[in-house]
């Protein structure tokens, strides 16, 4: 019996995920989590041997913690599940020691056998995702790349780009102070830069603002 655990802070993916799973003899649904400190305690209880992992969290960013996770547990095999395409995530998850990463919109069938795929030793990503990378690794990736952001992603990038805090950001959208950290985080793997100036460069340079 293959024991998985989910970590999404959307009620309705985790539902959703629970119905997929429910009728499988082969796996077991041991923990649902909707944040990275929900995670942290609920791994220590359930063992899970596949952890389902959201990259944007209300406390973090899941692909960064990936590494924190599969230290703690050596045996747990974490597997993203995101709405997030960009290959700067994909690498980020497998360089952090990531057994698979998959898109929201996967369909049952895909789901199972990224599972059964990485419970065999193996790393599952999707055709559409390995075609992306190994274009980019054949230099086909163009200088005009502009990778895709979200509305609150650009509506957070605009005001660090006019300098305002991330306190300011927080007050200005009323969002959290962590939510602000979590998509400057994500802006800074999807524009594949190092820091807060990087992303100002980038931005302008894209013409994102």
Same mark, same amino acid.
């Given at each position: $019996?293959?024991?998985?655990?989910?970590?999404?802070?959307? +009620?309705?993916?985790?539902?959703?995920?629970?119905? =997929?799973?429910?009728?499988?003899?082969?796996? *077991?649904?041991?923990?649902?989590?909707?944040?990275?400190?929900?995670?942290?305690?609920?791994?220590?209880? %359930?063992?899970?041997?596949?952890?389902? =992992?959201?990259? /944007?969290?209300? %406390?973090?960013?899941?692909?960064?913690?990936?590494?924190? !996770?599969?230290? #703690?547990? +050596?045996?747990?095999?974490?597997?993203?599940? *995101? /709405? !997030?395409?960009?290959?700067?995530?994909?690498? &980020?998850?497998? &360089? /952090?020691?990531? @057994?698979?990463? =998959?898109?929201?919109?996967?369909? @049952?069938?895909?789901?199972?056998?990224?599972?059964? *795929?990485? $419970?065999a030793g193996d790393t599952y990503l999707p055709k559409k995702i390995k075609q992306q990378l190994l274009n980019e690794s054949l230099g086909s990736r163009t200088s005009y790349f502009i990778p895709k952001l979200t509305r609150r992603?650009?509506?957070?990038? #605009? =005001?660090?780009?006019?300098?305002? *805090?991330?306190?300011?950001?927080?007050? @200005?959208? !009323?969002?959290?102070?962590?939510?602000?950290?979590?998509?400057?985080?994500?802006?800074? &793997?999807?524009?594949?830069?190092?820091?807060?100036?990087?992303?100002?460069? $980038?931005?302008?340079?894209?013409?994102?603002?």
């Amino acid at each position: $019996m293959i024991r998985i655990a989910i970590t999404d802070d959307h +009620p309705l993916i985790l539902e959703g995920l629970k119905t =997929l799973l429910a009728h499988e003899t082969h796996i *077991t649904l041991v923990g649902t989590y909707g944040s990275l400190a929900e995670t942290e305690a609920g791994l220590a209880v %359930d063992c899970p041997d596949v952890l389902l =992992l959201d990259i /944007n969290l209300p %406390d973090g960013n899941g692909a960064s913690n990936c590494k924190h !996770f599969v230290k #703690a547990y +050596p045996d747990l095999k974490v597997v993203a599940l *995101t /709405n !997030f395409e960009e290959s700067a995530f994909v690498r &980020q998850i497998i &360089q /952090n020691g990531g @057994k698979g990463y =998959l898109l929201k919109n996967t369909p @049952k069938a895909e789901l199972l056998e990224a599972i059964d *795929t990485i $419970m065999a030793g193996d790393t599952y990503l999707p055709k559409k995702i390995k075609q992306q990378l190994l274009n980019e690794s054949l230099g086909s990736r163009t200088s005009y790349f502009i990778p895709k952001l979200t509305r609150r992603e650009k509506e957070v990038l #605009a =005001l660090i780009v006019k300098e305002h *805090t991330t306190e300011e950001i927080a007050e @200005k959208l !009323f969002i959290s102070v962590k939510t602000v950290e979590a998509h400057r985080s994500n802006l800074i &793997q999807k524009l594949g830069v190092r820091n807060t100036a990087g992303l100002v460069r $980038m931005a302008v340079e894209k013409g994102l603002v």
